[in-house]
């Protein structure tokens, strides 16, 4: 038994050592396997990231490539500096933030992120003077509280080296200069000025071995604390009261009386641009009509510090607005007046805004008036010819300030000089540039009146006396299709007169009566007057005699042409009534198939009324005419209670004894069935939701659904035809006006298919002249319009295409009523310069097999209809009976019966309940002048009868 016992103890430890060693082994290939998994994990993360990076390398060389055709694409810039920093390409990234900055200010991240990068590089010390260099230029394209503490934090790295601390001294009060009076970041730059002298206090302490021998040291260092804190006490700034408590626990004994009442005053001034200062906190960017009015109160307040502090937060808000530039470089201009500081914010306007021409030409200005030399005025005017100007004419303003500046040089008393050449040359070359590279762009020279052509001909012949010259470029404007104006004519002479001769001034005159086509009358005249006063009798015959066979000329002309377009007119006016003639013919083959239809349903109803009819004529009781009393005395009719519904659903009907009365019933209910009665007193708490679909189920629902959350409904009315069928428009009441004009704000939303029109419920009867259009009908630099799309293509197809060449703000796409495209749509770019570079390069472009046209959005002016006057007839003095009894109307139905409109001989026409005389068929034209005569119930059944 032992032995046994033994036996089957040493082949259970047997069996356990296997299952250890099956164990050991399936985790060292468990082991394995993990391992290989991770290498090939890592394999293919590593195929990724290079796939990735290969990825960015082709699209930085494409960035660059685009960037080497058009340098002016901000964009681009950016997306380059964010690949290249993403990559770690440092030397690279540093040379495209050199490139942008060239050409514009760099925003705030753009700048931190390159002046961190740069500091991590600075090794050497000229790197850190390298670095320096870079901080001076960041601070003066934006005011930037975070640059500036950046820069200064910076600095004092650099403080152990001789000069150090005045040197962090000196960037200190730099910062609370230009930024100090900032009312809710200005006070980081404060403490932080006053924590560095501080800290400098801290380390006087320390190193002093006496510190009754270096007291005169340490008491003038409080007392530049001390100074700080009260420069601080004298600005409004935000949280004052925080600063005014550091400084009575600073001073650790009571605070002077002065202090305390400079604090009060500070204090005050604060409370008045509180309001201001809350408004832009609470408003949304760009905060532009904010800014406006926040300068308006600084510009009446009269500080220029202040006046230009909020003038550059403003700017910072909103760098491509052009008008805000201009506005603030007038006012430093015409006030201020500091030529570094003056200069500085032109730079810096035409760098942010270069698309805009009135930047450019203050700018150059603004060099002459501060005396610049002449090479940076011309290098500023190079810059500005390849700014990229949106319109041909902004090139020929750019030229003309440049050629007034050049002319402005020239010095006249002598006869001839460099800045005389220079300024000849100027003009040649002007001309040149408008034929060749504006024409190239535009298709156009945008000088078509030759004005640059006409001021060096004034030049010539004024300042230079040399009117041979200045025939010579006359005879050259007059060549480019201007010889057909009369002004231009009139120019010439003028010139002549004043600086030429008699004689050239009447050869002038002659050729001006042969070749204009404007006003030939007017210059007729003038050639008279001059040979009035200059000619001989010779000379005033041959005037008149030309003259008079010029006006015979034109007179025959003009004559041809009032007939050609008479004969236009008569061809049109016959032409369409053919197509109305057809239309007549068509209609009536229509109505006669209808009839040929329904014609023996007709009959039996039109004999049924005939029995009745002639039974009420023999035993009529009573004769009673119309608007006296009831139409028959017999009748019967028998009232009913039931629902009156608002919308003509269900109206309370009346049993009708007799067919003819249950026809008149029918008429009246047919008539009430479509109105629906709105108080104009609530307009502005009611909307007229128009274009929705006929088939709509249940509008009253829809609209709740989609209206419901502007706010409290407080009634639907849905307006239904005699039939009952909705009309595709309704009446929203709200409880309040803002919720009404919350529901505006949905208009040409998207509902069934359909684009739902939500306007403001005006009464036209009142407003005649109110119309609802809300998009921009002026030109409008930021927008495209675009044509000639395929009307597959969707709003996301279109983003695609348009997002390569800036920042897309809104698309639309053009719809008709029922919301099927029509090939055409807006998109709205951030600024003028992605539009104006999306038009080059998209213009021409092929989406889907069509050939698109981009344009800037320039849409035509809207007619506005003129007002007639109520008391002039606005055509010719017709019978109404003519036209029928609802005038000129394109209905002629009348409530008369079936019967007697069908009559086949002519039957006077009645009229309210009238009928005159009988007029005969050839003088239709003629009214009846007699006192009508009243219908009585006798009348109609007599007319009922004679069919």
């Known amino acids: 038994m032992a032995t046994s016992d033994s036996e089957e103890e040493l082949q259970h430890q047997r069996m356990e050592e296997e299952d250890e060693k099956d164990l050991d082994e399936s985790e060292v290939v468990s082991e394995g396997e993990a391992k290989m998994e991770k290498d090939e994990g890592s394999e293919e993360e590593e195929d990724s990231s290079d796939e990735d990076e290969k990825e960015n390398e082709a699209e930085i060389q494409r960035l660059e490539e685009q960037l080497s055709i058009n340098a002016y694409d901000y964009n681009c810039h950016v997306d380059l500096i964010k690949l290249l920093r993403h990559e770690g390409e440092l030397i690279k990234l540093r040379r495209a933030c050199q490139k942008m900055s060239e050409l514009f200010p760099l925003s705030e991240e753009i700048w931190l992120d390159w002046l961190r990068d740069e500091i991590r590089m600075a090794s050497e010390e000229s790197d850190r003077e390298k670095v320096y260099e870079l901080f001076e230029k960041a601070v003066k394209d934006y005011i930037c509280p975070e640059i500036w503490l950046e820069y200064a934090q910076y600095s004092i790295g650099g403080i152990e080296k001789t000069g150090g601390i005045e040197k962090v001294r000196a960037v200190f009060e730099r910062a609370v200069t230009s930024v100090g009076l900032h009312m809710t970041k200005g006070a980081a730059i404060w403490e932080a000025y006053r924590e560095f002298e501080n800290a400098v206090l801290s380390l006087q302490e320390q ?139 032109h730079s810096r306007a035409v760098r942010n805004c270069p698309w805009t021409v009135g930047l450019w030409k203050r700018y150059l200005l603004a060099l002459e008036r501060h005396d610049a030399d002449h090479q940076t005025v011309s290098d500023v005017f190079e810059k500005a010819l390849s700014a990229g100007f949106i319109q041909a004419w902004d090139y020929v303003e750019i030229w003309q300030a440049y050629l ?22 100027a003009f040649s070359r002007a001309m040149e540039y408008l034929k060749t590279d504006v024409e190239e762009r535009f298709s156009e020279s945008g000088d078509p009146s030759c004005t640059i052509m006409q001021n060096w001909a004034r030049i010539e012949a004024r300042h230079c006396n040399n009117m041979q010259r ?143 009819d002639t039974e009420e004529v023999a035993g009529q009781p009573n004769k009673k005419t119309r608007g006296e009393g009831d139409y028959f005395a017999s009748e019967k009719i028998k009232n009913i209670d039931a629902k009156i519904g ?57 609209m709740k659904e989609t209206l419901g959350k502007c706010g409290e409904i407080a009634e639907i009315r849905p307006v239904y035809s005699n039939k009952g069928n909705f009309r595709g428009y309704c009446y929203v009441e709200f409880k309040d006006e803002k919720s009404a004009l919350d529901a505006l704000k949905l208009d040409r939303k998207e509902i069934d298919g359909r684009p739902m029109f939500v306007s403001p419920c005006i009464d036209k009867a009142r407003n ?20 000639g799309l395929p009307f597959s293509c969707t709003k996301e197809e279109l983003e695609e295409i348009c997002r390569g060449h800036g920042t897309v703000k809104e698309i639309r796409l053009v719809t008709n009523r029922s919301g099927k495209p029509k090939g055409l749509a807006y998109v709205e770019y951030e600024n003028e310069t992605q539009a104006s570079q999306a038009v080059l390069k998209m213009d021409g472009m092929t989406v889907k097999d069509h050939c698109i046209k981009v344009a800037i959005s320039n849409p035509p ?20 009976q003519i036209y029928g009894a609802r005038g000129k109307g394109r209905t002629q139905l009348a409530l008369l019966p079936r019967a007697l409109v069908r009559q086949n001989v002519v039957a006077a026409k009645t009229e309210n309940g009238t009928f005159p005389d009988t007029v005969p068929a050839s003088s239709s034209s003629s009214v009846a002048q007699e006192t009508p005569k009243k219908l009585t119930n006798a009348d109609f059944a007599r007319m009922l009868l004679n069919k």
Not at 772 to 785: G, I, N, P, Q, R
Request: proline content about 4%; hydrophobic content about 35%; some cysteine.
């Open 404 to 425: 007034d500046y050049l002319r402005r040089r020239v010095d006249f008393r002598q006869d001839s000089s460099k800045e005389l050449e220079e300024l000849r040359s």
């Open 646 to 702: 608002l919308f003509g659903r269900e109206l309370a009907t009346k049993i009708v004894d007799h067919p003819s009365q249950q026809k008149t019933v029918a008429a009246a209910h047919k008539n009430d069935m479509g109105k629906v009665l709105h108080d104009h007193s609530k307009d502005s708490i009611t909307v007229f939701v128009s274009n929705l679909s006929y088939s709509m189920d249940d509008p009253e629902d829809k």
């Open 207 to 345: 190193l002093s071995p006496d510190p009754s021998s270096e007291e005169a040291g340490l008491q003038a260092q409080r007392q530049r604390i001390n100074s700080l804190f009260l420069r601080q006490l004298s600005v409004p700034l935000l949280d004052m009261e925080g600063t005014y408590a550091e400084y009575e626990e600073w001073c650790g004994s009571l605070v002077l009386a002065s202090v305390k009442q400079l604090y009060n005053k500070t204090l005050q001034q604060l409370e008045k641009y509180r309001s201001y200062e809350d408004t832009l906190l609470i408003a949304e960017p760009p905060k532009l009509s904010e800014y406006q009015a926040y300068i308006d109160f600084e510009m009446k307040e009269g500080d220029p510090l202040r006046i230009q502090l909020i003038f550059e937060r403003a700017i910072a808000e909103n760098c491509l607005v052009p008008d805000l530039w201009s506005r603030y470089t007038q006012y430093l201009d015409r006030q201020l007046k500091i030529k570094d500081l003056v200069l500085a914010v």
């Open 470 to 612: 200045a025939r010579e470029l006359w005879d050259s404007i007059m060549t480019k299709g201007n010889a057909k104006f009369a002004n231009m004519w009139l120019e010439y002479c003028n010139l002549e007169r004043a600086h030429g001769d008699a004689q050239h001034c009447r050869k002038a005159l002659h050729r001006a009566v042969q070749c204009t086509s404007d006003y030939p009358e007017h210059i007729c005249e003038v050639l008279l007057n001059f040979e009035r006063i200059e000619g001989t009798l010779e000379d005033w015959d041959t005037a008149v005699q030309k003259t008079e066979t010029r006006l015979s000329r034109i007179n025959e002309q003009r004559t041809k042409a009032a007939e050609k377009e008479a004969a236009f007119v008569q061809k049109e006016d016959e032409r369409a009534e053919q197509r109305k003639k057809a239309r007549a013919d068509k209609k009536a083959l229509k109505k006669a198939k209808r009839d040929a239809k329904f014609g023996e349903k007709r009959k039996a109803e039109e004999r049924e009324e005939e029995e009745w």
């Open 861 to 880: 002016r809207r007619n506005v209809p003129e007002k007639t006057d109520p008391n002039k007839p606005t055509g010719p003095m017709v019978p109404r």
């Open 768 to 787: 005649p002249e109110f119309k609802v259009f809300k998009y921009s009908t002026a030109l409008e630099k930021h927008k495209l319009f675009i044509s």
